[in-house]
T-cell receptor, first 116, second 114 residues
Framework: SQKIEQNSEALNIQEGKTATLTCNYT??????LQWYRQDPGRGPVFLLL???NEKEKRKERLKVTFDTTLKQSLFHITASQPADSATYLC???????????????WGLGTSLAVNP | DGGITQSPKYLFRKEGQNVTLSCEQN?????MYWYRQDPGQGLRLIYYSQIVNDFQKGDIAEGYSVSREKKESFPLTVTSAQKNPTAFYLCASSMAGQRTDTQYFGPGTRLTVL
């Protein structure tokens, strides 16, 4: 079956360290993958999009990698701060094989807590 | 400020009542979406609209209805036929009509059925 998985356990790290979150998928050939941040009781906010032909994308302290062979995306936050504490969602495009009804498939998210 | 607004933030409903959730955007986006978010489950698509006066069912449309009379507005009605309506509802929009485009979310409405 097709599915997308993120670390189910919350990630706790010390301020200043690098946080690494994982998004694994099976049985998709996505054209691209997106990462969003969601704070409690609020809507997700788009962070980064990486395409299938891109290995890495950066935005300030954020870095995303995309390995279509491993079927995995890694999301890194360097020099983490307590303000980075939130849930991070990955969403992938089902891909061209899904046809005209292709849609975003959402992961459950990983909760990140950055401790001062 | 451009963005998406949802109202109300919290909504309480008695069983058997219909209730309408508001969603407005001033981003000039063509596409709009309604999602439901429950603990332990990912975002699930209820309905989406790629153009005014047209909309399609998502994965869990039963018990819900929508309209798209204006580009800016996409209200969702939760009907009494929805068996488990208590959830966090999110409205989103995207620039173009592809359902896989980057989506911009509103702040959400938390619906509780009493």
């Amino acid at each position: 079956s097709q599915k997308i998985e993120q670390n189910s356990e919350a990630l706790n790290i010390q301020e200043g360290k690098t946080a690494t979150l994982t998004c694994n998928y099976t049985n998709y050939s996505p054209a691209y993958l997106q990462w969003y941040r969601q704070d409690p009781g609020r809507g997700p906010v788009f962070l980064l999009l990486i395409r299938e032909n891109e290995k890495e994308k950066r935005k300030e302290r954020l870095k995303v990698t995309f390995d279509t062979t491993l079927k995995q995306s890694l999301f890194h936050i360097t020099a983490s701060q307590p303000a980075d504490s939130a849930t991070y969602l990955c969403a992938l495009d089902e891909g061209v094989y899904a046809g005209n009804n292709r849609k975003l498939i959402w992961g459950l998210g990983t909760s990140l807590a950055v401790n001062p | 400020d451009g963005g998406i607004t949802q109202s109300p933030k919290y909504l309480f409903r008695k069983e058997g009542q219909n209730v309408t959730l508001s969603c407005e955007q001033n981003l000039n986006h063509d596409a709009m979406y309604w999602y439901r978010q429950d603990p332990g489950q990912g975002l699930r698509l209820i309905y989406y609209s790629q153009i005014v006066n047209d909309f399609q069912k998502g994965d869990i449309a039963e018990g819900y209805s929508v309209s798209r009379e204006k580009k800016e507005s996409f209200p969702l009605t939760v009907t009494s036929a929805q068996k488990n309506p208590t959830a966090f509802y999110l409205c989103a929009s995207s620039m173009a009509g592809q359902r896989t485009d980057t989506q911009y979310f509103g702040p959400g409405t938390r619906l509780t059925v009493l």
